[in-house]
Each structure stands twice: as structure tokens, then as C-alpha cells.
């Protein structure tokens, strides 16, 4: 082989590997996606409920989320492709399992729990094998490239499932991932692996972090039916108190646990399941930060933008999926675009800046919130927003993975991974959450307030409307309000107080999305000046910066 074609063999290998990874990673962000917008028709399908199918929503966040690290263990034990295949056989079958499913127990066996482990074991490998297979100066368009098709499957999985759920079935799309992990079987010989290392399971630190990190994304994902602190009417309590405090309360607990009997472990020379030492590390604790921070503004603005959309305005899941599709655009072009052509660009201010223009993007969203808004109010926001979590894509896993060497990688995809699921219960719930008491309160004053609604319907709607309000359509509470026999006049005026309430419901929760925004920015002084693969520029004296 002459030495002009071995750069372009190398070049069309790693366009391979990089196309199998990428492809695994929005595998495992595209169920979930697709899942949200064909609920109902999923639910009748299986013969169960909407509450049935949150469950299994819930049960496989939590799968997935409490096993990251020690699937991120297992990897490196088994070696990172065969963990991945491995991960990716298991997924395969309960994808299978999924689509094939006559009713909820064998729905929940295939994709909340089958799923899950397969995540566990696919997600932190793939963070190795990028390790494995890409120079450490083209690991930054790597990581981009593989951040961005998980990131696009979330902003695809609506338009996806919309349309196979509206002309086909929504078990085609299951059917699909088994074609697609077949074909990843079949090609992934040719990935470079990473010798396997000669360590042990440290199964009591498993069950503890199987534990600690399971409380902790139950008690989230439970908070918007249970209540923060006070439980909510109707709802479950322990000691005067919801349950979702009593979950963080011992979860935390548990980790603490955790991190010491790894402390403890390290200290004797044993095998921990996470280096205490790694979260010493400036640069890992900033990028993990960062990955929470991330999925937290992320799953934020991805829950309440939907709903503007389709129940604000109405619009279908098809057409709710092609509105967000400026931001899957927007995110690849920015995560593959900022290493090509700014390869040896400050990490830190990629990320700054990604940030600032994700918090124009959603400061926009605010202004645009008025009665008279239309689905274009989003496109210039799904933009920015693009753009700010292609820049965060771009640099965070180089970031993170960099920080150690390569031999930790696995333990590092399980910390990046179990950081970002948090990161996403948590902004889906808290956001969920601030939405959902915006609206009461604003649906409660205004009924009260209103003169076209008689006394007696303000005082049974005051006691009613205490659980929370339902984040209904207009279409929705017209029909609710005429089956109920609301007399005309008062069923006008409810109306236009739920517009207006949701409509404020939306714009505090996007308010509150920039705020949490506007907090990542004080954590990036964590993050590396340097690119990764970049030869160790000389550093002028200068004045030290406030966050350095």
C-alpha cells in the first residue's frame, strides 16, 4: 500500500467505527423520544393506561441510570467491544421482545428492564471505544459526532414515531432497532478494542450504587405525582411527609456510602468500582458537571416546547416533530463543524459560549410566549438552542475522557452517563413540576377573580384544582366543560383563563430553564483552556480570572 492511500484507508475505517458509534448512540436516546409521542396509541395497544405506560417510561430511566456505573465497570472487565456487543444482543431482544408485546408486564420486561441493562453495558462503552480507536487530536470531533446523534434522536423521535405511529405501527419502530443492531453486529470486527483489565466486581459498591442512584431518579421521576416535599392531595405520605424526599433523603445517603466503602477499598489496594481519585479530578468533576448541566437545560426546554406546540397550539406529533427539526440541524452542524474548523478552539470558551446562546434561545421562548404566538415563535429559539448544545457537544466528552488515562475510560463512560441521566430526570421533573404549580395558581386566581364565573363553581374549582391542573388543549377542556354541563358564559370564560394560564405556566418555566442556564455558566472555570490533542500551548502571565 502506497503512502497516499493509507491515510485515506485510515480515513474511511474511522468514518466506519464512527459511524457505528454514533449510530449505537442514538439507538439508545431514540426509544424514549419516539416512546413520549405514541403513548396513547402504545397503551391501547397493550391494554393498559397512560399511567401504565409512564411507568415503563420511569422504570427504564431507572434501569438504565442505576447500572451506568457498574456497566461502566463490567466493560472494562470484559473488554469494550464485547461489552458493547454484548450490551447491544441484549438491547436487540428486548427491542424484539418490545415490539412483539401483547400486554403490559411483557412490554415492561423487554423495554423498561431488557433495554436498560443493554444501555448500561452499550453507553459507557462506547465512550472507551472512541478512546480506542481515535487520536487524541481527533477525539474532539469524535465525542462531537456521538453527542449529536443522541442529541438529534431526542429532536427525530417525535417527528419518527409520529409518523409510524400515524400511517403503520409504533412496534415497527422496535422492529427497526433490531435491523439496526443486527447491521452493528455485523460490522463491529472492524472497531479497534481496548485490552480487557485484570480487575474484580466490586459487587458490595454495585448494589450500593444500584441503590443510592436508583432512589434518586425514583424520587425524581415520582415528584410531579407525589409531591417535593408535602405530599399532594390524594397522593402517598411517610410521616406527614411525600415520599420523594424520603427517597433523595436515603438515596444521598446511600451514595455517600458508596463513595466511602470506595475510599475504603482503594486505601487497601483492592479493585473499586470508581477510583475515589478520578472524582479528585478538576477537569473530570467540571466536564460531568457540565454533562448534568447540559441534560438538565436540554430535557427542560424538550418538555415544555411540545407542549406548546401540541397542546397550546394544537398541532400533531408530526408536525410538532418538524419544528424542532432546526435544532437537530443546528446541533450537528455545530458539534461536527467547531472541531474540523476550529480544532485547537479554548474548550472553556466553546462551552461558554454554547451556553450563552442556549440562554438566548430560550430567553426568546420567554419573550415569545403571548397569545398571539404561532409555531414559528420557535424556529430562530430551536436554532440557538441547536447551536448552544452542538458547541457543549463538541468539547464535553474529549473533556471528560481526557482527564484520566485511557485504561479508566469505561469507568469515566459510566460517570458521563449516569451524569447526564440525572441531569435529564431531574430537568424533566423539576421543570415539569414548576410548570405544572404555575398553572394552578394562575388557573385558581383567575376563576376566582373572574365575575362570569359563578361562586359556586369558583369554590368547588378552588377544592378541585388543589391536586394541580391539567396541562390541557383548548379542543380538550371544551369537550371536558360540555360533557360536565358548564352553562356557555362560565365554560368561555374558563376557557380564556386556561390560555392565558398556560400560556404564563410556559414562560416561567422557560425562565426558570435560563436561570438553571445561567447557573452552568459559573461551573465552566472547571474546564481545560487546552484542546485535547493539542500540543501544550505557551501561557502569556497574565491576571488570574475570578473562576480560575
Excluded: C
Excluded at 125 to 144: D, H, K, M, Q, W
Excluded at 357 to 383: F, R, T
Amino acid at each position: 500500500m502506497s503512502r497516499e492511500e493509507a491515510p485515506k484507508r485510515a480515513t474511511r475505517a474511522g468514518g466506519l467505527v464512527l459511524t457505528v458509534l454514533a449510530s449505537g448512540q442514538f439507538l439508545m436516546t431514540l426509544d424514549s423520544s419516539v416512546m413520549n409521542v405514541s403513548m396513547a396509541t402504545v397503551a391501547a395497544d397493550v391494554g393498559t393506561t397512560i399511567t401504565g405506560i409512564q411507568t415503563a417510561i420511569t422504570l427504564y430511566t431507572l434501569v438504565m441510570a442505576s447500572l451506568m456505573i457498574t456497566g461502566g465497570k463490567v466493560g472494562a472487565m470484559l473488554g469494550r467491544r464485547r461489552a458493547f456487543g454484548i450490551g447491544l444482543v441484549v438491547y436487540g431482544v428486548g427491542s424484539a421482545t418490545t415490539a412483539l408485546a401483547p400486554n403490559l408486564p411483557v412490554l415492561l420486561l423487554g423495554w423498561s428492564l431488557l433495554e436498560g441493562i443493554g444501555a448500561a453495558l452499550i453507553m459507557p462503552a462506547i465512550v472507551s471505544l472512541v478512546a480506542a480507536n481515535f487520536a487524541p487530536e481527533r477525539r474532539t470531533a469524535a465525542y462531537g459526532l456521538v453527542a449529536a446523534a443522541g442529541a438529534a434522536a431526542v429532536a427525530v423521535g417525535p417527528l419518527l414515531g409520529g409518523a409510524v405511529t400515524t400511517f403503520a405501527s409504533w412496534r415497527y419502530v422496535f422492529l427497526g432497532e433490531v435491523v439496526l443492531v443486527v447491521v452493528i453486529l455485523a460490522v463491529l470486527r472492524r472497531v479497534e478494542d481496548a485490552a480487557p483489565a485484570e480487575v474484580r466486581l466490586d459487587l458490595v459498591g454495585s448494589v450500593l450504587s444500584v441503590l443510592g442512584l436508583g432512589m434518586v431518579v425514583f424520587g425524581v421521576l415520582r415528584s410531579s405525582e407525589w409531591g417535593w416535599v408535602q405530599p399532594k392531595p390524594g397522593g402517598p405520605d411517610v410521616l406527614g411527609l411525600s415520599p420523594v424526599v424520603w427517597l433523595l433523603i436515603v438515596g444521598l445517603l446511600v451514595i455517600y456510602g458508596f463513595l466511602r466503602w470506595q475510599t475504603r477499598l482503594a486505601a487497601a489496594g483492592k479493585d473499586p468500582l470508581v477510583q475515589p481519585m478520578m472524582l479528585r479530578n478538576r477537569q473530570l468533576t467540571g466536564g460531568l458537571t457540565m454533562f448534568f448541566a447540559q441534560f438538565l437545560i436540554q430535557a427542560g426546554v424538550f418538555f415544555s416546547v411540545p407542549l406548546f406546540l401540541s397542546v397550546v397550539l394544537e398541532l400533531s406529533a408530526l408536525e410538532t416533530g418538524l419544528r424542532i427539526l432546526p435544532l437537530s440541524a443546528a446541533l450537528v452542524l455545530a458539534a461536527a463543524g467547531i472541531p474540523k474548523f476550529v480544532p485547537h478552539a479554548d474548550p472553556r470558551r466553546v462551552v461558554r459560549i454554547g451556553l450563552m446562546s442556549m440562554i438566548i434561545g430560550i430567553l426568546i421562548l420567554v419573550a415569545g410566549m403571548d397569545p398571539g404566538a404561532n409555531a414559528g415563535v420557535v424556529m430562530i429559539p430551536m436554532l440557538f438552542m441547536g447551536l448552544g448544545l452542538g458547541a457543549l457537544s463538541s468539547q464535553l466528552g474529549a473533556i471528560t475522557v481526557s482527564a484520566v488515562p485511557d485504561s479508566q475510560s469505561a469507568e469515566v463512560g459510566g460517570l458521563q452517563n449516569t451524569a447526564t441521566n440525572l441531569g435529564a430526570s431531574l430537568g424533566t421533573a423539576l421543570i415539569g413540576s414548576i410548570l405544572i404549580a404555575t398553572l394552578t395558581s394562575s388557573v385558581t386566581a383567575g376563576i376566582e377573580g373572574n365575575p362570569d364565573v359563578p361562586a359556586s363553581v369558583q369554590q368547588q374549582a378552588s377544592t378541585e384544582l388543589a391536586a394541580g391542573v391539567p396541562f390541557l388543549s383548548t379542543t380538550q377542556l371544551e369537550n371536558a366543560l360540555t360533557e360536565a354541563g358548564v352553562a356557555s358564559t362560565t365554560a368561555d370564560a374558563i376557557i380564556d383563563v386556561n390560555a392565558d394560564a398556560r400560556l404564563d405556566a410556559l414562560r416561567v418555566a422557560f425562565a426558570v430553564t435560563a436561570l438553571l442556564a445561567i447557573a452552568a455558566l459559573f461551573a465552566t472555570g472547571q474546564l481545560s483552556r487546552t484542546a485535547v490533542g493539542s500540543q501544550e500551548r505557551p501561557v502569556q502571565p497574565r491576571d488570574p480570572e475570578p473562576d480560575d
